[in-house]
Every structure is written in C-alpha cells, then in structure tokens.
C-alpha cells in the first residue's frame, strides 16, 4: 500500500466523526418510529446541548398518529438541543451542531438564530432548503457518511 492510497483523517474530522456517532447513539432516544434523530451542540470540545425528535414535555411519548403520519406538534432534534441550551443559560454562539439528518428549512432558522456556525450531519433530508439556507448564512455544513472508513 503506498502513501497516496492511506487517506489521513485530520483530527478535527476524528473529532466530527466521533461527535456524530455521538448523535446517532442520542437519537435512539426518541421515541419516533419512522425516524430517529439525535442532535448535540459542541463548543470548545464540550457537549453544551443535546437533543432527538419527540414530543413537547408533558406530553405522551407517541410521535404518530394511527396513520403513522408524524404528529404536528412533535419537535426535531435541533430544536430540541437550541432550546434546551438556551433555558441552561448557556451560549451557543460560535458552536457546532451534529445532527443525524441535515436540517429542514425550519431547524436552519433556528440554527442561524442561535449562532451556531457549523452543522455536521450524517444522512440527507428528502429537501436540501435547509441546508441551502445555512450555506446562504455562510454557515459551514459537511456531509459525513459514517458507513464509509474515511
């Protein structure tokens, strides 16, 4: 094997990596069945904030309705972390969220919003607006396949 075919993972992408398989393990906590995301805001290497789709507090842990339709009311995992850093007292100025989907049009607000200045996804939402949003923010985005080594 000669040097050009070793790709070498710069440490910050290590740390994107593991962040993200950070994400994916949080998500299993929701209790959506058609989809389970996790998210984590991180600044200056600490988890700040975290956060997977589901229902607003007090309310029953069943995120579809009969027609396995998502429910209205029920909160992505973005919104989630943004929130629940913002009631800690905690800034996420200048912080990155790892999201296990990228985030629909209505997250990338709150992304933009909450001054968070990269987001880190693992799997493609079925509309790119979100993301379209934040790259016009000039918030950095990255894709990262965690099913591919490097």
Not at 30 to 35: E, L, N, V
Not at 58 to 68: L, W
Not at 85 to 113: F, R
Request: proline share 2%.
């Amino acid at each position: 094997m000669n040097k050009e075919s070793v790709s070498v993972l710069s440490k910050q992408d290590k740390l994107d990596r593991r962040y993200l398989r950070m994400a994916l393990v949080w998500a299993e906590n929701s209790y959506c069945k058609r989809r389970q995301v996790g998210a984590l805001i991180v600044k200056d290497k600490m988890i700040i904030s975290d956060g997977y789709n589901g229902t607003p507090s007090g309310f029953e842990n069943v995120c579809e309705d009969d027609n396995f339709k998502t429910k209205p009311y029920v909160l992505h995992a973005e919104a989630n972390a943004i929130t629940k850093v913002a009631k800690s007292g905690n800034s996420s100025e200048n912080a990155t969220l790892y999201v296990t989907a990228s985030p629909c049009i209505e997250c990338a607000k709150l992304i933009i919003q909450a001054g968070i200045v990269r987001v880190i996804y693992s799997e493609e939402y079925h509309s790119t607006d979100g993301i379209d949003l934040l790259k016009r923010a000039g918030i950095d985005t990255k894709y990262i396949n965690l099913n591919k080594e490097n």
